[in-house]
């Protein structure tokens, strides 16, 4: 083989790792983005239901949530899903301002490891491009040289042409082009 081939070979294998690589980095992010996702999803469940609940209470009860006794009629709605534990209720609200701070960071870790996707995922195109590009040239060059001209015979038709051109007083490029 000869040395441009084995560069091409080299440089397309170098392609393919570079390619997997970028697809394992952005499966690894997707994947992360769906987990968050859920996560949110269902914080927004359990977020909704709050509002619902707390807005029950205003009509109904004319009770504020907000106030230290909301937790408490809160926790009174709640005792048969939970099995009358009160404690059980009342820790949960507590909680939930902690949920909401990691609703926050989520969302905050989306928004910075969105441009780091949107970057890899232009990188495996572009890389896809080469790729496709270098098979290409690859499958060219063995055409090439099955018909028998290999690197060396193109050397001397590119040199013959250069001095036909220079024969006929073109430039260099204009007799390549009229090939």
């Avoid at 937790?71 to 009342?90: C, P, Q, R």
């Avoid at 090439?144 to 260099?172: C, H, M, Y």
């Amino acid at each position: 083989m000869t040395l441009k081939f084995q560069s091409l070979q080299q440089a397309h294998t170098l392609l393919l790792r570079d390619i997997e690589r970028a697809k394992g980095l952005k499966n690894a992010i997707d994947s992360d983005l769906d987990k968050v996702m859920k996560r949110e999803r269902s914080i927004m469940k359990y977020y909704s239901w709050y509002k619902s609940l707390t807005r029950e209470l205003r009509d109904e009860y004319g009770l504020d949530i907000r106030e230290e006794l909301s937790t408490f009629a809160k926790a009174i709605s709640d005792f048969k899903g939970y099995e009358y534990n009160v404690l059980d209720i009342i820790n949960d609200y507590k909680e939930l301002k902690s949920v909401r701070e990691e609703i926050q960071i989520i969302q905050s870790m989306l928004e910075m490891n969105r441009p780091a996707r949107d970057k890899l995922l232009k990188e495996i195109e572009f890389l896809e491009e080469k790729r496709i590009y270098s098979i290409q040239s690859m499958n060219t060059f063995e055409e090439l040289q099955k018909r028998g001209l290999g690197l060396k015979e193109l050397k001397r038709l590119f040199s013959t042409l250069v001095e036909i051109s220079r024969a006929n007083n073109l430039p260099d490029n204009e007799a390549l082009q009229r090939c």
